[in-house]
């Protein structure tokens, strides 16, 4: 039978030397988690939540599926933002696409890739929205990655008009959302400027961030 002893190992080293810092740490966490955020990412490999925010175990709940898709019949998107929202009582919803985001770019094609064909259909609604500014650009790579753009702002709306987060702002809660992407190639996020507090700042906001170019490799 094999094994993943490496994984295994690694995790034995990775806990040693947390609690050489913190004898305490896993104990505190143990009795109970307060995160202050909620991230919503790409399943990319390459984009790991905790690692590229400097986050510890603790500090920031996490959904991630392909391409960062929030829509308002997904059971498992809503019941980690409600959870986070109304129990946990997290501050910030962040929602963080990336670059080159291959489920961005499966979208843009034509090639059928499965089941997965019918989640990116998500962003093929995007695409479509915005197709006639997206067909201005001539290299694809800049079209992609103003696609990925495009979608972060898409689902920061989305997040904004779930039942959960009307709700939330509806009774005084502290919640804002942002909308940021993260470039692999440098390991840096961009924050574009989407911070929605409020229910009123949806629609200016959002109009806004979708007029401007905002995508940085572009320019
Ligand atoms: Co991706």
């Not at 994984?7 to 202050?36: G, H």
């Not at 843009?108 to 006639?132: A, T």
């Not at 495009?150 to 008009?161: G, K, R």
């Amino acid at each position: 039978m094999k094994t993943l002893s490496t994984l295994i190992n690694q995790n034995r080293e990775w806990a040693a030397i947390v609690k050489a810092q913190d004898p305490e740490f896993f104990l505190k966490l143990s009795s109970q988690q307060t995160p202050e955020y909620l991230w919503i990412g790409c399943s990319d490999s390459r984009v790991p939540a905790n690692q590229i925010t400097g986050l510890m175990p603790g500090e920031i709940f996490v959904h991630r599926n392909v391409a960062n898709i929030v829509v308002h019949t997904d059971f498992n998107c809503l019941s980690v933002i409600q959870y986070a929202v109304n129990i946990l009582k997290v501050k910030h919803i962040i929602l963080c696409g990336h670059y080159g985001c291959g489920g961005v770019r499966a979208a843009l094609g034509n090639r059928q890739l499965g089941l997965i064909d019918n989640w990116l259909r998500h962003i093929k609604d995007v695409y479509s929205k915005y197709e006639v500014s997206l067909a201005e650009i001539a290299d694809n790579e800049t079209q992609l990655n103003r696609l990925c753009e495009l979608n972060v702002i898409e689902q920061v709306y989305n997040i904004c008009h779930t039942t959960i987060v009307q709700e939330a702002w509806s009774t005084g809660q502290e919640l804002s959302v942002h909308g940021w992407i993260y470039g692999i190639e440098d390991g840096l996020i961009e924050d574009l400027n989407i911070c929605i507090t409020n229910q009123s700042e949806i629609d200016p906001i959002y109009h806004m961030a979708s007029s401007q170019r905002v995508q940085r490799r572009s320019q």
